[in-house]
């Protein structure tokens, strides 16, 4: 009997759960600690991704194709950098989020080192993080952090979008399924 991948998977979740059962009932410590961790990571991913898919809901909608092609697009200026920046560093819900909505970026026809430089900033510049970073470190560290990775984010994103287009790379579409 031949099993598909999906099956498989639910045999590998199902496993994992019953030795996070077993390693409770037997105190296995290094079972308990995954097996706590599991729970903090899931109650967190439960608690953010709601939201989160309803915030980048209202952005497919309300951002128009014409407006994300006009700032992020192949003719938008240095300028755009700026917005992309902006846009990260006002995202909410780290990876969970930024990666769809950088997804919606470049099917709005954003350029690569718009969306590179989103993904990269989204995990960079975000606003709480930067404000409890100035409190613990001081607004010096904090500055200078942005201040030398930004430009690099930046000339990272520009050689990357070069070596793309130079290879004519594509990004796969979405495929249901």
């Known amino acids: 009997m031949k099993i598909g991948k999906r099956e498989r998977n639910y045999l590998y979740f199902g496993l994992f759960v019953v030795f996070l059962i ?7 410590k290094p079972g308990i600690e995954m097996g706590r ?7 967190d991913m439960l608690l953010i991704l709601p939201p989160a898919f309803v915030l980048i809901g209202l952005f497919e909608v309300w951002a128009k194709r014409e407006t994300i ?3 992020l697009g192949e003719n938008s200026k240095f300028r755009a950098y700026f917005w992309s920046i902006l846009l ?6 780290g990876t969970f989020v930024a990666f769809p909505v950088a997804n919606s ?8 080192s718009m969306i590179m430089t989103y993904v990269t900033s989204a995990s960079l510049v975000m606003i709480p993080m930067s404000i ?3 409190s613990i470190l001081g ?6 952090r942005l201040l030398v990775s930004l430009p690099l984010v930046i000339l990272s994103s520009i050689l990357l979008e070069r070596i793309f287009l130079g290879m004519n790379y594509k990004l796969p579409s979405a495929q249901s399924g």
């Open 22 to 28: 077993v390693s409770y009932f037997v105190q296995y």
């Open 37 to 43: 961790n599991f729970y903090i990571f899931a109650r």
């Open 69 to 71: 092609e006009k700032h």
């Open 88 to 93: 990260a560093a006002t995202t909410v819900g």
């Open 105 to 112: 970026l470049y099917h709005k026809g954003a350029r690569y």
């Open 132 to 134: 409890m970073e100035a």
């Open 139 to 144: 607004l010096k560290f904090t500055a200078t």
